[in-house]
């Protein structure tokens, strides 16, 4: 499954395996994290390695987009000092954006939000295209996360290249408040890796 979620490569921006990869060599022994619905699912399923029971929170049956970033919260207040990172999509982090200022009113001090941003609501994107069908709907205007993030009052961190990612990641994990990170991902990749891990 591993070897099947790292064949997507990347042309432009990060690859989305690659984010995962780098948040997990990045991130503390006994880290939490939450997964939103949505393409970049993928990849952190089937790279991500939870330590022990409850060490990744998905809402796996209901397919829920948005629920990464409060299920975070949630975790950070049950758990103030373990280290929670969010992995959700750009269209599920709109979904609940307010929801950042709940996190720095709630005083999150350990958690971390990865924004796979490109975009577009991918996943559907690349189901209409097996399909065969015309890709109608599914991309919007660029949004710049980190300064949204900012506007909350979190720390936002922006990542265009591979390169950045192990800086920002360092420097996110180890703030004392809410961080998001707002990675420019290929989405291009997401098509053969859903090719590759579920036929």
């Excluded at 990347?10 to 503390?28: D, H, K, N, R």
């Excluded at 990172?85 to 929801?99: I, S």
């Excluded at 097996?130 to 660029?142: F, I, N």
Aim: aromatic share 4%.
């Amino acid at each position: 499954m591993r070897a099947a979620a790292r064949c997507g490569g990347s042309t432009e921006g990060v690859a989305p395996e690659a984010l995962v990869e780098a948040v997990a060599v990045a991130a503390p022994k006994g880290a939490r994290i939450t997964v939103d619905a949505g393409a970049h699912m993928l990849p952190v399923t089937a790279l991500w390695q939870a330590e022990e029971p409850r060490g990744a929170l998905i809402s796996r049956g209901l397919a829920t987009m948005g629920s990464a970033l409060p299920a975070a919260i949630a975790a950070c207040l049950a758990e103030p000092d373990r280290p929670v990172v969010a992995f959700t999509g750009d269209g599920g982090l709109m979904m609940c954006l307010a929801e950042l200022a709940t996190a720095v009113q709630a005083g999150c001090r350990n958690l971390v939000v990865v924004v796979f941003n490109d975009s577009s609501m991918s996943m559907i994107e690349v189901k209409q295209r097996r399909r065969q069908l015309p890709p109608r709907g599914m991309d919007y205007a660029p949004t710049d996360f980190a300064t949204v993030a900012r506007g909350f009052d979190c720390m936002g961190i922006r990542v265009e290249v591979p390169g950045e990612l192990p800086g920002a990641l360092q420097k996110a994990l180890s703030s004392e408040r809410p961080v998001v990170v707002d990675v420019a991902v290929d989405r291009h990749a997401y098509h053969p890796m859903l090719r590759a891990l579920r036929g």
